[in-house]
T-cell receptor, first 109, second 114 residues
Framework: LAKTTQPISMDSYEGQEVNITCSHN???????ITWYQQFPSQGPRFIIQ???TKVTNEVASLFIPADRKSSTLSLPRVSLSDTAVYYC??????????FGTGTRLQVFP | DVKVTQSSRYLVKRTGEKVFLECVQD?????MFWYRQDPGLGLRLIYF???????EKGDIPEGYSVSREKKERFSLILESASTNQTSMYLC?????????????FGPGTRLTVT
C-alpha cells in the first residue's frame, strides 16, 4: 500500500486559494488518489478523487502530474468553514485505505 | 443520501466489560469498515468486511472482533475493554464498483473506558 506524506498544518486567510500537496512515491498503477475532509467531532467526508491530470468539482480541484508521485488539492477562495483536517489517500476500492494524520488547515478572518 | 448510523455518540464502560458498537448503513453497500481515531495518530483501520459473514483484519485488530450477520449491519466488539481502547470509533461503508472510492462515515462513538 502506498504511503502518503502531507504537511501537518497550514494557515490561510479567507478568500485565498489553498494548495495542499501530498507525496505518494510508491503509488501503484491501479491506485486512485482520494481526498477527505474532516471537521471536529464528525466523520471524514469525501471531497474529490482522481487518477491523473486534473479533476474539478464544485468543492475543489485535484492536480496530478504525469508521474503520479504527488498530487495537489486546491481549495479556491477558502472561508472560515473550510477549517478542517484534510486527508490524502491512495488505493483501490477494496484496499485498506490509509488515512494517516492529515493536514490541519486553519483559515483566519 | 447515504446514511450511516452508530448506536451511541458517547459511551462509558469499565475495564473488563464486553462492549458492542453497532453500525448500520441504509444504502446496500457491500463494504463496511471500523476505524479508531486518536489525537496525533489519525484514523487507523481496525477491521473491514466485503460481504456478509466476511471480515478482514485492518492495521490494529488486536483486542477487537467484528460481526457481520446482515449486509447493513457491522458490529465491533471489545471482548474485554481496556483503558487503552478509549478512543473515537468511526464506522464507514462504501459501494463496490461505484466508480469512486468514497467511504461514507457515521458520526462516531466516543468510548471512554475507566
Amino acid at each position: 500500500l502506498a504511503k502518503t506524506t502531507q504537511p501537518i498544518s497550514m494557515d490561510s486567510y479567507e478568500g485565498q486559494e489553498v494548495n495542499i500537496t501530498c507525496s505518494h512515491n510508491n503509488i501503484a498503477t491501479n491506485d486512485y488518489i482520494t481526498w477527505y475532509q474532516q471537521f471536529p467531532s464528525q466523520g471524514p467526508r469525501f471531497i474529490i478523487q482522481g487518477y491523473k491530470t486534473k479533476v474539478t468539482n464544485e468543492v475543489a480541484s485535484l492536480f496530478i502530474p504525469a508521474d503520479r508521485k504527488s498530487s495537489t488539492l486546491s481549495l479556491p477562495r477558502v472561508s472560515l468553514s473550510d477549517t478542517a483536517v484534510y486527508y490524502c489517500l491512495v488505493g483501490g476500492n477494496t484496499d485498506k485505505l490509509i488515512f494517516g494524520t492529515g493536514t490541519r488547515l486553519q483559515v483566519f478572518p | 443520501d447515504v446514511k450511516v448510523t452508530q448506536s451511541s455518540r458517547y459511551l462509558v464502560k469499565r475495564t473488563g466489560e464486553k462492549v458492542f458498537l453497532e453500525c448500520v448503513q441504509d444504502m446496500d453497500h457491500e463494504n463496511m469498515f471500523w476505524y479508531r481515531q486518536d489525537p496525533g495518530l489519525g484514523l487507523r483501520l481496525i477491521y473491514f468486511s466485503y460481504d456478509v459473514k466476511m471480515k478482514e483484519k485492518g492495521d490494529i485488530p488486536e483486542g477487537y472482533s467484528v460481526s457481520r450477520e446482515k449486509k447493513e449491519r457491522f458490529s465491533l466488539i471489545l471482548e474485554s475493554a481496556s483503558t487503552n481502547q478509549t478512543s473515537m470509533y468511526l464506522c464507514a461503508s462504501s459501494l463496490v464498483n461505484s466508480g469512486t472510492y468514497e467511504q461514507y462515515f457515521g458520526p462516531g462513538t466516543r468510548l471512554t473506558v475507566t
